[in-house]
T-cell receptor, first 117, second 114 residues
Framework: AQSVTQLGSHVSVSEGALVLLRCNYS??????LFWYVQYPNQGLQLLLK??????LVKGINGFEAEFKKSETSFHLTKPSAHMSDAAEYFC???????????????FGQGTELSVKP | DSGVTQTPKHLITATGQRVTLRCSPR?????VYWYQQSLDQGLQFLIQ???????AKGNILERFSAQQFPDLHSELNLSSLELGDSALYFC?????????????FGPGTRLTVL
């Protein structure tokens, strides 16, 4: 079965510092991976996705993620944090297991990012 | 704004009651997905419809049901509500079905069962 694990339920950084949010996946087939952001009292917004093209994926708001098959990782980074980046971030894998005809997402538990002034 | 709309935004009801949550997908999207977000379970997939037909089923209770209508909007029906059903329910839509399709999420319906 496919799954994702997000390391760290809460990450705190200073404004201007590097943001690193960790995500490891488990999949027996080539995965399709996504990062979503959820601001308070809002729905989820797609930051970026990996669908087996370039391993370094650039997303919105200056975020990027690198797919590393050898490490089964898809960590999210941003060179310089901004106060507006404070939110909850979710890593997800699309369920492409045999017998699944849909495209359901399997989410990690989420990482709450705090940005200190 | 993702283009996915959900009504109502908030719903407060009592145990044993039945409620209906409504979702309108983005224009042109054929797939609708329902997810439940709770503190203890996180984000869990419930069910997917594609062009009016059920495509995939997840951890959806028998007390819950859904359908997608010819105009592609979808409804999630929750019956015999229990305290543990209190959660945020999200609808998402995508153009087609399949692993690479981007799912666009609505703002959610917050259900409180008292």
């Amino acid at each position: 079965a496919q799954s994702v694990t997000q390391l760290g339920s809460h990450v705190s950084v200073s404004e201007g510092a590097l943001v690193l949010l960790r995500c490891n996946y488990s999949s027996s087939v080539p995965p399709y991976l996504f990062w979503y952001v959820q601001y308070p009292n809002q729905g989820l917004q797609l930051l970026l996705k990996y669908t087996s093209a370039a391993t370094l994926v650039k997303g919105i708001n200056g975020f990027e993620a690198e797919f590393k098959k050898s490490e089964t990782s898809f960590h999210l980074t941003k060179p310089s944090a901004h106060m507006s980046d404070a939110a909850e971030y979710f890593c997800a894998v699309s369920d492409t297991s045999r017998g699944n005809q849909g495209g359901k997402l399997i989410f990690g538990q989420g990482t709450e990012l705090s940005v200190k002034p | 704004d993702s283009g996915v709309t959900q009504t109502p935004k908030h719903l407060i009801t009592a145990t044993g009651q039945r409620v209906t949550l409504r979702c309108s997908p983005r224009s042109g999207d054929l797939s609708v997905y329902w997810y439940q977000q709770s503190l203890d379970q996180g984000l869990q997939f419930l069910i997917q419809y594609y062009n009016g037909e059920e495509r995939a089923k997840g951890n959806i209770l028998e007390r819950f049901s859904a359908q997608q209508f010819p105009d592609l909007h979808s409804e999630l029906n929750l019956s015999s509500l229990e305290l543990g059903d209190s959660a945020l329910y999200f609808c998402a839509s995508s153009a087609r079905t399949g692993g690479t399709d981007t799912q666009y999420f609505g703002p959610g319906t917050r259900l409180t069962v008292l």
